[in-house]
């Protein structure tokens, strides 16, 4: 085999090499590294160096050095001249990417040559992509002490060629994850921004209602526990919270006389108050929601599972299972708070309407679902305890739980089905 | 990838030489742990290194940058290395490459322990 068979089979081997360290090795530094390695070991050069360019900034950063030592600086900043010369219009506005590139190139070659030389570099070789200066492989003079010639240039261009492309893609996906990040932050931003507008309605809405004092933020923090226990995903019961929030966001419409009545009011009064499910709906379906089915949870929360409720009077299936959720948590809300008129149910009552409604004006699941969390932090299972918080800490007596339980096996099994259809409707 | 450092032998130890193995194949992974011993031995106040490429088929372009790094911190250290048992094909490369310059060459292990004991009799600056 002749020599030059050899160094030609050597360099081959070496690009495959190159080819391989560039595509698989997932730590930007050490690729560079291996890289320099490949192009140092290609030709039998003792000192060499990796550099990125940065465009923005006109700096070389040294990624990957060998046999310099500390003899050069980690950054070089490419003087104004040669970066609009590889800028190629001149004019320095940066609006070109560096573009035209041979002569141009030459110029960087010629400012780096000068600073290096007395540091041994002999060959400076711009990595380009696209037009575009990536960075610059530094190499000083061969083992065997023979000059460097113009196929060993090429051949330093070739592998450059390889290493140019890890470099820029790299850079590409530093960017993708930059973007990705300050996209993350922005969304968070506006997520956030969106929720405390949220809480402002809901406070606007209770505000309202003199004798609901943060029934809607009750409402929405149940509708987030029961369809957590559910097996709702985070997104979706982050959803429901905001159902629950602005569910009666409609009564913003409704007369407050009406609202805050201190009586039962009459059947006027009701079909007036009764249009705010609709009316919530039209406030809300405009508004671009990170989440799609708010203005629907707004518009059914009174449906019934029977079909007596309104506006539309839907049936079971019908129902969407967010409205179906903060329903129940609205029910359940309005049942444990004090009314003008009347005191909060104990919660045996609660149970017995549980038992008595599930299946007509409740879903006997989402029931299961708030019972099982109710159960679960009453005997501490659960922490913290949310809804004890807001119910009072004794509200739910030691001696009721047997009874809750019961109604869960029996929601379960449907045997409350038969109970309650003998019982006749309520 | 942690092989124990190759033992130097009883004559090894009085003049302070080591010898490293250099495996069937030196590519980055097993030219890192050459260069790891080596350097170790370095460190350790070793002044004469043998390389022994017995078992060595292929040194590809990683290995033989690793190497002329190795030949880099010998020099810096004032340590003497020799390549022993260098089949034709890889002699040949390191003659292209430049590294048979810059090492002492041995045909055999012994022969390479030998030399490098003459000169550690007499070290530099003596
Ligand atoms: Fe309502």
């Known amino acids: 085999m002749s020599d030059s068979t050899r160094m030609v089979l050597h360099a081959f081997a070496a690009l495959a090499d190159l080819g391989e360290e560039i595509a698989e090795t997932s730590d930007f530094e050490e690729m ?113 002490g023979v000059a460097f010639t113009q196929e060993d240039r090429e051949l330093a261009r070739a592998l450059g060629r390889h290493v140019g492309v890890g470099l820029h893609n790299h850079r590409l996906l530093r960017e993708v994850e930059r973007r990705a990040e300050e996209n993350q932050k922005l969304y968070e931003t506006m997520k956030g921004s969106y929720k405390d507008t949220v809480r402002a309605f809901a ?35 982050e959803a429901i919270a905001i159902g629950g929030y602005l569910h009666d966001v409609g009564k913003l419409v409704v007369d407050r006389d009406i609202i805050n009545a201190p009586y039962r009011i009459d059947a006027k009064q009701s079909s007036e108050l009764n249009r705010h499910p609709a009316a919530g709906y039209e406030i809300l379906r405009p508004i671009q929601h990170p989440f799609a089915d708010i203005p629907l949870m707004a518009r059914y929360h009174h449906e019934r599972p029977d079909g007596r409720g309104y506006p539309e009077g839907l049936k079971d299936e019908e129902i969407p299972p967010g409205a179906k959720i903060v329903s129940l948590a609205d029910s359940f809300d309005a049942m444990t708070t004090d009314r003008p008129y009347r005191r909060r149910r104990t919660f045996d009552e609660v149970v017995a309407d549980f038992r008595r409604n599930s299946g007509k004006q409740f879903s006997p699941q989402v029931v299961v679902a708030l019972c099982r969390a109710l159960l679960k932090e009453a005997r501490g299972e659960t922490r913290p305890r949310q809804m004890m918080r807001l119910l009072g800490r004794d509200y739910v007596p030691e001696h009721t739980l047997p009874a809750l339980e019961q109604l869960i096996a029996d929601l379960e099994s449907g045997a409350h089905l038969t109970t309650a259809q003998a019982s006749g409707p309520a | 990838m942690s092989e124990p450092l190759a033992e130097p032998t009883t004559a090894q130890a009085v003049v302070d030489v080591a010898v490293v193995y250099a495996g069937d194949y030196v590519n980055k992974m097993s030219g890192q742990r050459i260069e790891r011993e080596c350097l170790t031995r370095m460190e350790r106040g070793c002044r004469a290194l043998v ?42 490369l390191f003659e292209l490459l430049g590294l048979t310059r810059l090492v002492v060459l041995a045909d055999s292990e012994e022969a390479a322990l030998a030399t490098l004991e003459e000169f550690s009799a007499t070290p530099p600056g003596h």
């Open chain 1, 32 to 144: 560079v590294r291996s890289a320099l390695h490949v192009v140092l070991g290609t030709m039998g050069i003792r000192r060499g160096a990796v550099a990125e360019f940065d465009r923005g900034t006109g700096v070389l950063r040294f990624v990957a050095s060998r046999g310099f030592g500390d003899t050069h600086p980690a950054e070089v900043n490419l003087p104004r001249k040669s970066r609009e010369g590889a800028n190629g219009n001149g004019n320095g506005d940066g609006s070109a990417p560096y573009a035209h590139a041979l002569q141009d190139y030459a110029l960087v070659e010629h400012e780096i040559h000068e600073r290096f030389h007395e540091a041994g570099v002999e060959v400076v070789t711009p990595l380009v992509v696209r037009g575009e200066l990536v960075g610059v492989i530094l190499l000083g003079g061969k083992a065997s």
């Open chain 1, 203 to 237: 406070a606007a809405i209770d505000c309202k209602d003199k004798y609901t004092q943060g029934h809607s933020e009750r409402v929405g923090k149940y509708s987030e526990i029961i369809a957590r226990e559910m097996g709702w995903g985070d997104e979706e019961v």
């Open chain 2, 51 to 92: 390389i022994n490429f017995q078992d060595t088929e292929l040194v590809n372009s990683i290995g033989v940058s690793i190497l002329l790094g190795v030949i880099d911190a010998a020099e810096q250290s004032g340590t003497r290395l020799a390549f022993s048992n260098v089949s034709v094909h890889t002699l040949k």
